[in-house]
């Protein structure tokens, strides 16, 4: 997952992931069937270990917009933990490099977005029932949107500050639309 995560799928030979994992082309074939199939496993491993432990509070009962805030600020400190700039988001990495010509990781992609999509929607309409659901589609959208290309900067800033400040004026925008 940390090869695919780092240097992307077309990038990484067969050798590179024989080197990267300990195990040998044979073993990689026998077990995953070919190098799409064990992208395909590390990017479901990717949300097991890193969406879903980062997103969860977004996902629970009662989350609300300070939910977001807390959710992009343990990504944030998790990237600093390893250094900036780092690999950004495996997911959108992936939307990029791969999806456009992949069926399968594009369908892993758009589930991604859509999670994404539903636990914002839920926060959004916590944090100010009384908004209007058209209206709250729209920032739902864009906060997709802003996730990730901003984890997509995240592989060219060398500084955590500039992401939370970009985290900080987002949701104190998204705010300021929904009062």
Request: aromatic share 10%; charged share 20%; glycine share 8%.
């Amino acid at each position: 997952m940390q090869h695919f995560w780092v240097h992307g799928f077309h990038a990484s030979s067969m050798d590179d992931l024989v080197r990267a994992t300990g195990v040998s082309r044979h073993g990689i074939y026998t077990t995953f069937g070919g190098k799409k199939a064990l992208f395909l496993a590390c990017f479901e491993r990717y949300q097991r270990r890193v969406v879903t432990p980062a997103f969860d509070v977004v996902e629970q009962p009662g989350a609300d917009l300070q939910s977001v805030a807390t959710y992009f600020e343990t990504q944030i400190t998790n990237g600093a933990a390893a250094g900036f700039p780092g690999p950004g988001c495996f997911v959108a990495n992936s939307a990029t490099e791969v999806a456009p010509s992949d069926a399968d990781v594009m369908a892993l992609v758009t589930h991604h977005n859509d999670r994404l999509r539903q636990g914002f929607a839920r926060a959004l309409v916590q944090s100010a029932p009384e908004f209007d659901h058209d209206r709250a589609r729209d920032l739902v959208e864009m906060m997709v949107i802003f996730t990730n290309g901003l984890w997509t900067m995240s592989r060219s800033v060398d500084d955590a500050g500039v992401l939370r400040r970009a985290v900080s004026d987002f949701l104190r925008l998204i705010t300021e639309h929904t009062t």
